[in-house]
Structure formats: structure tokens, C-alpha cells
């Protein structure tokens, strides 16, 4: 992640669990409250640079590039269970114990909505509040993926030999309110990302996750956490997810913004890192 003018301090730095090398921003305080953020598919940290430079200085933040993504290790699909939605929070678990992270407000943006739920379930007693922003309930948001994703046999070759730079330009444009606030420094940036040795395969394996959140969602059901679900009004996939978790998590407040498409933190970074500042630990 590239840094502009976030909280200082900074310690981020390779975190290495079970010989996987995750890469951590870790800014702010630390010893303030801290929010720990995961990013969606397709994307890696940088998704959350602009929410960063609203952040309240008092606060450490903690934004994990998920393994196979960003600057983290790729590890062979087989060793990471072919990222499944379970081992990744055992890794973001085990990162964050080694930064001596035990208390935090969790931050997931989509597929790393879901990585957020897992990571609850298994650890209820060190979040604080989750804030799941445009969390998918199914995989429409990645129609053109799947379809090369899913192909029977070659799934795995035509996704990494036929998905192109403007495919993740599309799919990016369509998750913000406005396609044209897009910058190409940043569909760079993915895209380089994904480019890197075994980046597209990892990527595959999360896509493939995505028809797992009712399952996901119903085990977090019973964690207790306290939930807030973060909606905006221009998401063409929003409304009808927004219901079927509502019937899942009838408890969870909900924040719908408006003039804000799927990538809230993208689109109203000021409006998000306010709702974190008032839900802080």
C-alpha cells in the first residue's frame, strides 16, 4: 500500500505465520483503539488508503493484504486449503496475535466481509463491533469471473490466461457509484498485484468462496458480535442482499449511504471512518 497521509506512527512490515509471509499496514497509536480492516476479492490493501487518511490520528489501524494478494506471499493452493474462507482468518488471526492485537473493531469490505465473519466466529471475544461493508450473500457482483472461473476442467488456466485488465476495470467501475472516479493508478495497482506469481490463482479460489456466504453468515449468526452492515444506495446488488441478511442478522444495525455504490470505503471514506470513529473500542 502506497503511503499518503495516514496516522503515524508506522510499523508495517512482513508478518510471517506457518512460513506464509502476510503483509501488515499497521498505523496510529499502539496503544490506541484499534480497527483491523480486510480488503475484497480481486483488490488487496490499497483499497483502503483513502479510508486511511480519515482515520482518526488517535486510532491504529491494521489493514492486512490477504494471503495470495497485495504484497503477501502466495502460497500453493493445496497448503491454503485453496483459500477457503476458514483458513484465511485462521491466518489474519494468528498475524494479528503476533502484533499483540487482541481487542479490535473488524473492518471487512466483501469477500473480506465474509473472512471478517469467520474470524468472528472463531475469535468472539476480541471483536469489539464488525462493520461489514457491500457484504455479498451470492456472487453476482462477479458474473464475468465466475463464468471463467467455473469452466469444468480449465477453470483454473482460463481465468489466469483469460481475464484481462480491462475485465477487472469493468468489475472495479461497477462496484463504485460513479465508474468514472475510477483512477487507472489504481486498477494498476490490482492489476500488477493479481499479475504476480500465483495472484490470479488466488484469486480464482476466493471467487469460488463467494457461494459460501449463507453458510458463513448463519456460523456467525451465533457469535454475538455486535454488527453493523454498511450498504450503498447505488449497489444494483445491494438491495436484495441487504434483505436476505437481514434475516440472518435481524440484530445488525445497518448504515445505507447515499451516492455510494458498493466499495463504500471508496466512495464515502469520510462517511465510514466517521461511523468507526463513533463504534470505536
Known sequence: MNRTVWPTPDRSRLVEVDDVRVFVTDVGPQDGPTVVMLHD?????HAFSVLLEHMPQARRCVVIDLPGCGESDRPDPERAQHHRVEWLAEIVGRALESLGVDRYDLVGAGFGGLVAMALATIHPTRVVRLFGIGLPRGDAQ?????????????????????????????????????????????????????????????????????????????????????????WG??????????ERWAEVLPSAQTLALDGCGQAAAEDRPDVVAAALAVEGA
Open 41 to 45: 476479492v480481486l483488490r488487496c490493501a
Open 142 to 230: 462477479y458474473v464475468h469471473e465466475l463464468r471463467l472461473a467455473s469452466l469444468p476442467g480449465i477453470g483454473h488456466r482460463a481465468f489466469a490466461r483469460a481475464y484481462r485488465r480491462a475485465d477487472l476495470e469493468r468489475t472495479l467501475g461497477r462496484s463504485l457509484a460513479d465508474p468514472r472516479t475510477l483512477d487507472s493508478l489504481t486498477v494498476d495497482v490490482y492489476w500488477d498485484r493479481l499479475g504476480r506469481d500465483g495472484g490470479m490463482a488466488a484469486a480464482r479460489d476466493m471467487l469460488l468462496q463467494l457461494h459460501r456466504a449463507p453458510a458463513i453468515g448463519d456460523a456467525f449468526a451465533t457469535s454475538g458480535v455486535r454488527t453493523l452492515l454498511v
Open 233 to 242: 444506495e447505488r449497489d444494483p446488488v445491494g438491495p436484495l442482499d441487504r
